[in-house]
């Protein structure tokens, strides 16, 4: 994975340069500035470090077949990229092994992933990867319920406290109650209990 770093005085300009000459659009790359101090008889210097998305997400891949290689794991690992997120399609004969209970082995594999570019490249890849459509599932599953308890609560209006979910599926719940006029939502309790509480208000504001 290739990191292209342009150099100016100024930094206007300096990203405009950068696109230009790798013939790339902005939502195609990741940046990162930094800016030099110079020496007596020298002013700033402005650094921008570039990286292809796509480049990115290859080596993502990589580092999944990698990682399913040395488990004994033959797959097949598609990539998407849409609005600089990439996502990870894993098929293979070994799903429920892939997927574990709960989908803890699956997370496990995303944040390995996710910690493995973020030491390369010290910046934070948004990437899911799903084992043919598990995730997905679930995440319709998921928000569906948690609408349903949002509905209960807003009749009720008597709290409720979902089980314990791990990160992602706490913000599912969180986004999937957002606009629920009479509902607010929090997580409490530390890892690996933490869980999102769904309670009843009278007024958001």
Known sequence: MEKYKFQAKIKDGLLDKALQELNVKEDEVFTKFYEEKGGLFSGKKY????????????????IILELLN?????????TKIRDKKIKY???????????????????SIQIYVKQSLYTM?????????????????QDYFLEKNAKKIGREVTLSKINIKLDPMNSYERKIVHSALQNF???????EGKE???CVVVKYIENKE
């Open 47 to 62: 650094t921008i470090e570039v990286v292809k998305l796509t480049d990115i997400a290859e080596t993502g891949r990589n």
């Open 89 to 107: 399609e894993i098929f293979s004969k070994n799903n429920s092994l892939l997927i574990g209970k709960r989908g803890h082995i699956l997370n």
């Open 181 to 187: 006029k009479y509902i607010k939502t929090e997580s």
């Open 70 to 78: 040395a488990l004994n794991i033959q797959s097949n690992v598609e």
């Open 121 to 137: 490249l010290d910046i934070y890849i948004d990437l899911s990867i799903d084992v043919e459509n598990y995730r997905q599932k």
């Open 192 to 194: 690996p209990n933490r």
